[in-house]
T-cell receptor, first 114, second 116 residues
């Protein structure tokens, strides 16, 4: 069965610092996609970044980058230069190549302090 | 353009009543998904629709749950004889097309269902 594990229920980071949110996954598939979503207190899920299992380079989107280590089955999210508005829940998710459903981890609550 | 919209934003019902939750996907998106977010179970997939294909209902927790999508656009999730464990936030998402692994899913604001 596919599974996503986020071991950090909560993280604190000071404004302007970088922070890494951990995500490991379990799958026997060769082809899959990994996603990170942000969920602010308003509740809406906001897509941040995507990494395909065959992508050779780590994905980057502005201040977000994904540290993809395929052999270790990890897809950690790195947020650089944290901002107060980054305070939210962050979810890692996986999608198998032959299905459209997303499998989510339990999330990490990030709090950015001044 | 407009994002995914859901109604109502909040729904309080009594145990045993039926409820209908509505989702309006982004215009032009052919794939539509329902997820449930609850404290005990986290984020769970319920069902998805792609065009005129048969929906993938593999995540529906019981036969009290059903969903339909009319005209390839608006979708309604129906929960019959609601139970307290159905209390959760129901999230709808849409994407341009299913079957493309890198297509992101755009989520609506959710409907918070409380069953008393």
């Amino acid at each position: 069965a596919q599974k996503i594990t986020q071991t950090q229920p909560g993280m604190f980071v000071q404004e302007k610092e970088a922070v890494t949110l951990d995500c490991t996954y379990d799958t026997s598939d060769q082809s899959y996609g990994l996603f990170w979503y942000k969920q602010p207190s308003s509740g809406e899920m906001i897509f941040l970044i995507y990494q395909g299992s065959y992508d050779e380079q780590n994905a980057t989107e502005g201040r977000y980058s994904l540290n993809f280590q395929k052999a270790r089955k990890s897809a950690n999210l790195v947020i650089s230069a944290s901002q107060l508005g980054d305070s939210a829940m962050y979810f890692c998710a996986m999608r198998r190549y032959n299905t459209d459903k997303l499998i989510f981890g339990t999330g990490t609550r990030l709090q950015v302090f001044p | 353009g407009a994002g995914v919209s859901q109604s109502p934003s909040n729904k309080v019902t009594e145990k045993g009543k039926d409820v209908e939750l509505r989702c309006d996907p982004i215009s032009g998106h052919t794939a539509l998904y329902w997820y449930r977010q609850s404290l005990g179970q986290g984020l769970e997939f319920l069902i998805y629709f792609q065009g005129n294909s048969a929906p993938d209902k593999s995540g529906l927790p019981s036969d009290r749950f059903s969903a339909e999508r009319t005209g390839g656009s608006v979708s309604t999730l129906t929960i019959q004889r609601t139970q307290q464990e159905d209390s959760a936030v129901y999230l709808c998402a849409s994407s341009i097309k299913a079957g493309v692994i890198y297509n992101e899913q755009f989520f609506g604001p959710g409907t918070r269902l409380t069953v008393l």
